[in-house]
């Protein structure tokens, strides 16, 4: 069963069993580099063993050692107790092993269903390709996953996050028992982060092993029963997440305690450095107006598809526009082509780094210089030893591994790829540099690294846009942040005054600002008495509200420190057919609306024990608005039960609901008479009568 951490973060025990798979005293090198050092790990049936450390702390050379990629120089594979050895990724599939890797291993001149089941193609009697069932197989994938990706659509003109999204379809496709997911949301919005959650919950229902590997710790300390931590290739320590604290886990992957996860400066000049007004592309970015002082560092915040990249094209002169004016220091200009931009000191770090960002047949040296060839000639001639020694400058100004002075940057771990496109841009001198999603896929480490560049370059007048789907990042970063949603500004506003909630509601469209504020404020006012219903009961505490836009529920608050296996957590959305909280706001929308949805819904299994016949959950529904609470037996996550109850406004209107949730173990067999059932009933009518009198009171503000 699940358990809270010290710090109150939600996780998940592994079920005691003998391991499917186990690696035994594994080491591998590659020239100058010792990549693993007598690692052993193991991983059980309907386990989630997260794999941790920094970037080149071997945690892909493990996995790829799994994988069949690389075959080990000593130690020991095992697989149900049995010895095994692979010569290729074909023989560790053929045993069971699927791998989502951090490269896109996809062919971007194929279409989505051709990658998915490339080489495995369905066949007819006469042996020709049956491509009308390679296109349903892939349909029905997509659909698990709740994709909506045609599978006839090339995937070269797919974005980043939907090429990562048809990664992780390919691998489901394969029948395994081990599934590998190295850094599968580096590239993931919130929403598609939550429906991978959902999905490795189904899976490790069905038994399958997951390997994840990630540099978001909420994610793993929200989905791990396990944590195996790496360092310079060796096994640090190994442990069940609930063991463990979060600052425990940073401190044994980088070596030191984190005094300030996010360390900010403001460095902001009066001076507008760049000036957009009713800028409009044929890429999408639609009558876009803001400003840029120097010295500040602007956030683009919204959801994936919002056009924040698409912004950022603009500017960096790869999209055409097709009306508006850019001003610099108060000149107008128009960039046609990206030299354009880079030659009046703009940069770019690119989303796709390994696409667009690195020379990857040319070592740091190279990668650095090329935005500023005219200082490493002499005469007509390139100085290669010029060119040397401002490599090494940078590559000891960013702390970037040594190797990449003489090797290829192909060879170096994701972070210090990015950092060496960081090197290039701060060679460059460039005035504003535009950076799309700079600390995607990289550690604690690089990230603390890649901010204190941002708070040196701000300090020398050099002015940041900043694109980050990590939301507490962008807005502990950004002196100020611009909501983007269908290529337009909803609004611009100090990054202090804006909480992560907000931003999430405003890019997502779950409701006008006054709602936003609405929801902030009953969030303030429950957060205590979640407090005190959590230590009262020793359970875990949800409040939520309805996403009407989406009909999906949104989680605005949770505490506690009991035993569950929930993934839920603030400012994700989660399913309604099979929480108690999702239930009992759905049980009191009005009838038709009600109806309405069930005629065009599909309600999804997530256990044995979910409801999806349309006819009973319609049933319940009546019951839940007789009895005043609802139940979730086992039915989003096995092992799970909650009850929840609705709080409501003084027109008696439903404006949210709140949960207790346990493990079956802990939870008592009549939840629904029992004093757990009293205490969440009664905190909910005090929430209403608080929340009614401050509205009341016309006290609707924020803090």
């Not at 994840?212 to 994610?219: A, G, M, P, T, V």
């Not at 599909?602 to 529904?621: H, K």
């Not at 109850?645 to 027109?651: A, G, L």
């Amino acid at each position: 069963m699940g358990l809270f951490t010290e710090e109150g973060v939600l996780t998940a025990a592994a079920p005691p069993r003998e391991p499917i798979w186990e690696l035994r005293g594994i080491s591998k090198a590659f020239p100058g580099v010792q990549a693993l050092d007598d690692v052993s790990f193991s991983v059980f049936p309907g386990e989630v063993h997260a794999l941790l450390g920094e970037n080149g702390s071997g945690k892909s050379t493990l996995a790829k050692c799994l994988a069949g990629v690389h075959q080990p120089e000593s130690g020991q594979m095992i697989f149900n107790g049995k010895p095994i050895a692979f010569r290729n990724p074909m023989e560790a599939r053929a045993m069971g092993v699927a791998t989502i890797y951090q490269e896109f291993s996809l062919v971007p001149s194929l279409t989505v269903a051709e990658n998915i089941f490339l080489g495995r193609y369905s066949r007819n009697a006469a042996g020709i390709i049956d491509w009308a069932a390679v296109r349903q197989a892939t349909i029905e994938i997509l659909e698990s996953l709740s994709l909506k990706i045609d599978p006839e659509a090339v995937v070269k003109d797919l974005s980043v996050a939907e090429q990562q999204l048809v990664e992780i379809a390919k691998a489901i496709s394969l029948r395994s028992n081990l599934l590998i997911m190295d850094e599968p949301t580096a590239a993931l919005g919130l929403v598609e982060t939550q429906h991978l959650m959902e999905l490795i919950h189904r899976l490790t229902a069905q038994e399958k092993a997951i390997i994840y590997i990630s540099h978001r710790l909420d994610e793993v300390f929200q989905i791990a029963h396990r944590v195996t931590i790496l360092k310079d290739g060796r096994r640090v320590k190994t442990a069940a997440i609930s063991e463990l604290r979060m600052a425990e886990v940073v401190r044994l992957m980088i070596g030191f305690d984190i005094q300030q996860h996010y360390p900010k400066e403001v460095n902001t000049q009066p001076t507008p450095f760049l000036e957009v007004e009713d800028l409009s592309t044929e890429n999408g970015v639609n009558n876009v107006s803001f400003s840029i002082n120097v010295g500040e560092v602007f956030g683009l915040g919204g959801m994936l598809g919002s056009g924040r990249t698409e912004i950022a094209r603009a500017i960096f002169g790869l999209d055409r526009i097709v009306s508006g004016k850019i001003r610099l220091l108060g000149q107008d200009v128009r960039f046609h082509s990206p030299s354009e931009a880079v030659a009046v000191g703009i940069g770019l770090i690119p989303e796709n780094r390994k696409v667009d960002g690195c020379f990857f047949n040319f070592e740091a040296p190279k990668n650095i210089t090329i935005s500023r060839l005219k200082e490493v000639l002499r005469g007509p001639f390139l100085s290669l030893s010029r060119e040397y020694r401002i490599g090494e400058t940078y590559v000891k100004k960013m702390n970037i591994h040594p190797a990449a002075l003489e090797r290829s940057v192909k060879f170096l771990s994701g972070g210090n790829q990015q950092k060496v496109i960081v090197a290039r841009w701060l060679f460059s001198k460039a005035r504003l540099l535009i950076m799309d999603e700079p600390t995607q896929g990289i550690d604690i480490g690089a990230k603390l690294e890649v901010y204190n560049v941002i708070n040196e370059l701000t300090a020398a007048g050099i002015s940041i846009m900043l694109i980050s789907s990590d939301f507490p990042e962008l807005l502990a970063i950004s002196d100020r942040v611009a909501i983007v949603r269908d290529g337009r500004i909803l609004h611009i506003t100090e990054a202090r005054q804006m909480t992560e909630y907000q931003l999430i509601g405003m890019a997502s469209g779950v409701g006008v600002s006054q709602e936003i504020e609405r929801w902030m404020e009953l969030k303030k006012v429950t957060h205590p008495y979640l407090q005190a219903l959590r230590d009262r009961t020793n359970s875990t505490v949800h409040l939520a509200v309805l996403n009407r836009r989406e009909m999906a529920l949104l989680y605005l608050d949770k505490t506690g420190y009991g035993s569950t296996i929930t993934v839920s957590r603030s400012g994700a959305s989660g399913p309604l057919n099979c929480t108690a909280l999702g239930k009992v706001l759905l049980a009191h929308e009005p009838p038709e609306k009600l109806q309405a949805w069930l005629e065009k819904q599909e309600l999804p299994r997530f256990t044995e024990s979910t409801i999806t016949d349309p006819l009973v959950f319609a049933a319940e529904m009546q019951s839940i608005r007789q009895q005043g609470y609802g139940l979730e037996l086992e039915e989003h996550e096995p092992g799970v039960c909650s009850i929840a109850t609705p709080i409501f406004d003084t027109s008696g209107e439903v404006i949210a609901a709140i949960s207790l949730s346990g493990s079956v173990d802990e939870m008592p067999s009549d939840l629904g008479s029992s004093s757990l059932r009293e205490a969440v009933q009664s905190a909910a009518e005090m929430i209403s009568r608080e929340f009614t009198v401050r509205l009341s009171a016309g006290d609707t503000t924020h803090g």
